[in-house]
Each structure stands twice: as C-alpha cells, then as structure tokens.
C-alpha cells in the first residue's frame, strides 16, 4: 500500500524537521517546503494528500497559498497550523479552502488524531452507496454531489456535512453531532467552523437552483436539511 504523502508547509526549520520527523514515525511520507512557492511546486510535481500548512509564510500570504493550493489541490485535506488567536483570521482561512486548523502549539498526538480522522471521512463508506432528497443525490463511493444532473463541487469536509444532514433529511442534527460525525470526537477548537461549511454549502447549493432555505438553522440546536420548504 502506498503510504499517504503529507506536505509541510513551515519555515521555522526546527517545527518543519520535528513535524516531517514525527509524520515518519507514524507512516507517513512526509516532505517539507519552507517556502509557498516551494509548496507550489511540490504539490504540482506530486499532489500530496494532506497539506499541513503554517500560515505564516515569508513569501507568500498564507490565506492567499491555501486558496491557491485549494483550486490546484481539489481533494486534498488541508489543516492550517497557525499562531494567531484572533478567531476571524482562522475563519478567513477556512473559508479559503482550509478543511481544519491547530493553533499553535499544539500536542503531536492531537494532530494525528485529526489527520486519521480526516482520513477515515475522505474514504468511501463500505455497503452505502448513494443519498438522495428531492433534487440531490450523493454518490458516496465516488464522493460527488448532484442537483438534479449536475455535479456540485465540494471540500471534503462540505461533502461530508452535507451527506451528515441528508442523510437524517427533516430530523434536527445538532451541533455537537455534526462536529463528532464530519469533524472528529477529539476536535478541541471552536464550532464556527461548523458555520462556515454550512454558509458554504448553503451557497453552492443555490448556485445550482437549490432554495438557500434547504438548509434550516435551529437555534439552540443545529441545522435540518428540509425535505419541503
């Protein structure tokens, strides 16, 4: 089996050695760019599956280099490692393309947790094959989503939220499900990225002719994908 290719993006030589390092020691095949033009370049030489990315960048704005790597990395889980603390800055960055982030420092044991977990979400679900409501239909296998015959493009982590609500269509999923189920038991940081997927999927959706209502809040409570509206 080919071992899952992670890319580092950091330019503090120290975190990048003991992040490549320790990415070994558990099976990975890590490779390290100090740069974002390096990032660049190692993900179109060949495209990683997890990109673990310092936001903090010489070169490049570290937003800027995740929407960047979002567009030419479609697939590919991308965290954020990052030091800021302002909550709007983790959010601008997730609505970039980021699937998920750690705030700097963080335990080497919670950041392999988070990378299994996003690795379990990105694999097709054995014996399920499809999820349909109304004008949607999820192929899980393939891991597309359709409005009526046109295929919706989605982060991994939108894929995953929305087949999280059709899947239970017009029952309340709450908050603290949907972040165990598409997130990870073991997430730590705060649930508005809950709200940025969710504001994200809301507007593909209806890019696509889908009611922005589709997906209903319920205060207190979490969100219902509406079977009528």
Not at 73 to 80: A, C, D, M
Not at 169 to 184: F, H, P, S
Not at 203 to 217: M, N, Q, S, Y
Request: hydrophobic share 45%; proline share 4%; glycine share 6%.
């Amino acid at each position: 089996m080919t071992a899952i290719r992670v890319l580092v993006v950091e330019d503090d030589p120290a975190i990048g050695s003991e992040l490549v390092e320790a990415l070994g020691v558990h099976g990975y095949r890590a490779v390290l760019a100090d740069t974002g033009r390096r990032a660049l370049d190692e993900a179109g030489n060949e495209p990683p599956d997890l990109v673990l990315l310092d936001l903090g960048l010489p070169d490049v704005e570290g937003v800027a280099l995740c929407r960047r790597l979002r567009t030419a990395l479609p697939e590919t889980v991308i965290v954020v490692l990052t030091a800021r603390t302002q909550e709007f800055e983790v959010v601008v960055a997730l609505d970039a393309g980021a699937d998920d982030y750690l705030t700097k420092p963080f335990r080497l044991t919670e950041l392999m947790a988070r990378l299994r977990a996003h690795l379990r979400r990105c694999a097709a679900l054995p014996g399920e094959r499809s999820v349909a409501v109304g004008r949607l239909r999820l192929d899980l296998p393939a891991r597309r989503a359709y409005v009526d015959a046109t295929e919706v493009a989605l982060r991994p982590k939108e894929f995953d939220l929305l087949v999280a609500l059709a899947a239970r269509a017009g029952e309340v999923v709450t908050r603290e499900e949907l972040m165990d189920e598409v997130w990870d038991v073991n997430w730590f940081g705060p649930t508005k990225t809950l709200d940025v997927h969710v504001f994200a999927l809301r507007r593909k959706l209806a890019d696509h002719g889908e009611d922005v209502r589709r997906i209903t809040t319920v205060r207190g409570r979490g969100y219902r994908y509406e079977t009528d509206l």
